[in-house]
């Protein structure tokens, strides 16, 4: 077996590893702000908008900091 086969493996599943966390936050993100409309509507303002906040936090964190800047020029 050559030495490329480890690193091949290496680099895919360091890809997978972000590739799942970013969908994690994303969704997390999702919920969050989903949750976060649902309780500035019930009239929590507080809970709603620090839902908000967490929200886009992971929004953030999930689809730019991860997705764009990790994933897409791996794939690329």
Avoid: D, R
């Amino acid at each position: 077996m050559s030495s490329v086969a480890p690193e091949l493996f290496a680099e895919s599943l360091q890809l997978v590893a972000y590739t799942v966390v970013a969908g994690i936050l994303t969704a997390g993100g999702v919920a969050a702000e989903y949750a976060s409309a649902q309780h500035l509507g019930g009239g929590e303002s507080m809970v709603g908008l620090w839902l908000a906040a967490i929200g886009c936090v992971m929004l953030y964190a999930g689809v730019y900091g991860l997705g764009y800047q990790k994933v897409l020029p791996q794939v690329n």
